[in-house]
């Protein structure tokens, strides 16, 4: 258990709709990055966020966006689905801007778009 | 542009050692991670080296840096059922992103 959740565990959703996804971090961490993990590949860093504001982002088009609340959790937000975002989503908690030592990954959303 | 590379799968028998390889591209890596996912999970923080040692032992786990070859490998020793699973190795890179290859499938033979 590394108390970060993501809900929902899974989805389904048509091409063209948009879809939420949450991230509840650790206590105490202020930093979630979000990851896009398609079948048989590594997770690809999608953006991370930092109190609140955006601190980076990989190479991703607009319709990926996210946002993090006072209290750190994080929703990613993706908007005019593609069936090539069909993968897991995962999110990673830490306690700053370093994602590597003190990440800890929640279980991830897995999303099929049909 | 930066890559990670590796080996997709691999096989060994219960109670050998396992040895998993990695190549990277970006030389300005500062930390070298392994990370383990098993089905429906999430990702596990196996062990990490900082990129100015060449060895890091932690109890079954060896982790090897050839930095002038950009080669990474994990060796796990006396390997069990439980260590079937998918691995990952990732480089930290300049912009502290972390970047991961697409993984090593380990199968464990009875």
């Known amino acids: 258990e590394t108390g970060v959740t993501q809900s929902p565990t899974h989805l389904i959703k048509t091409r063209g709709q948009q879809v939420t996804l949450r991230c509840s971090s650790q206590?105490?961490?202020?930093?979630v990055s979000w990851y896009q993990q398609a079948l048989g590949q590594g997770p690809q860093f999608i953006f991370q966020?930092?109190?609140?504001?955006?601190?980076g982002r990989g190479n991703f088009p607009p319709r990926f966006s996210g946002l993090q609340f006072p209290n750190y959790s994080s929703e990613l937000n993706v908007n005019a689905l593609e069936l090539d975002d069909s993968a897991l989503y995962l999110c990673?908690?830490?306690?700053?801007?370093?994602?590597?030592?003190?990440?800890?990954f929640g279980q991830g959303t897995r999303l099929t778009v049909v | 542009g930066e890559d990670v590379e590796q080996s997709l799968f691999l096989s060994v028998r219960e109670g050998d050692s396992s040895v998993i390889n990695c190549t990277y591209t970006?030389?300005?890596?500062?930390?070298l991670y392994w990370y383990k996912q098993e089905p429906g999970a999430g990702l596990q923080l196996l062990t990490y080296?900082?990129?100015?040692?060449d060895m890091k032992q932690d109890q079954r786990l060896t982790v090897l840096l050839n930095k002038k070859d950009k080669h990474l490998s994990l060796r796990i020793a006396d390997t069990q059922t439980g260590d079937s699973a998918i691995y990952f190795c990732?480089?930290?890179?300049?912009?502290?992103?972390?970047?991961f290859g697409k993984g090593t499938r380990l199968h464990i033979l009875p």
């Open positions: 970006d030389s300005s890596s500062t930390y």
């Open positions: 990673a908690s830490s306690s700053r801007p370093v994602t590597g030592t003190e990440a800890f």
């Open positions: 206590s105490g961490h202020n930093t």
């Open positions: 080296i900082f990129s100015n040692m």
């Open positions: 990732a480089e930290r890179n300049r912009d502290d992103k972390i970047i």
């Open positions: 966020y930092y109190r609140e504001e955006e601190n």
